[in-house]
Nanobody
Framework: QVQLVESGGGLVQAGGSLRLSCAAS????????MGWYRQAPGKQRELVAT???????NYADSVKGRFTIPRDNAKNTVYLQMNSLKPEDTAVYYC????????????????WGQGTLVTVSS
């Protein structure tokens, strides 16, 4: 079993910054892609950013130039550095990981964190 634990959400004024963290724990696993998604009230969950184990990144157009997604493979941890925050960034942010459990037989998991609320005031 792999668990993702997020931290770092909170209330911030527009133009401010926040950094989210997501740490994966468990045993006998390898993580390929890690990412962040968000869900605003009344809206569907949407991709924010992803990063592969090799460091390739992908960002939603709405956050390009403002957010970055560093990753520490040794710690199985991914971050979301959010700068120049806007009220429309207000949402619950979820960490996601594409995991391969390396016990026999191998199996793939799509793991989700519990979510952390980010509120940006105008």
């Amino acid at each position: 079993q792999v668990q993702l634990v997020e931290s770092g959400g909170g209330l911030v004024q527009a133009g401010g910054s926040l950094r989210l963290s997501c740490a994966a724990s468990g045993s006998s696993f390898i993580i390929n892609v890690m990412g962040w998604y968000r869900q605003a009230p009344g809206k569907q969950r949407e991709l924010v950013a992803t990063i592969t184990s090799g460091g390739s990144t992908n960002y939603a157009d709405s956050v390009k130039g403002r957010f970055t997604i560093p990753r520490d493979n040794a710690k199985n941890t991914v971050y979301l550095q959010m700068n120049s925050l806007k009220p429309e960034d207000t949402a619950v942010y979820y960490c996601n990981a594409a995991v391969v459990v390396t016990t026999t037989p191998l199996r793939a998991l799509n793991a989700w964190g519990q979510g952390t609320l980010v509120t940006v005031s105008s």
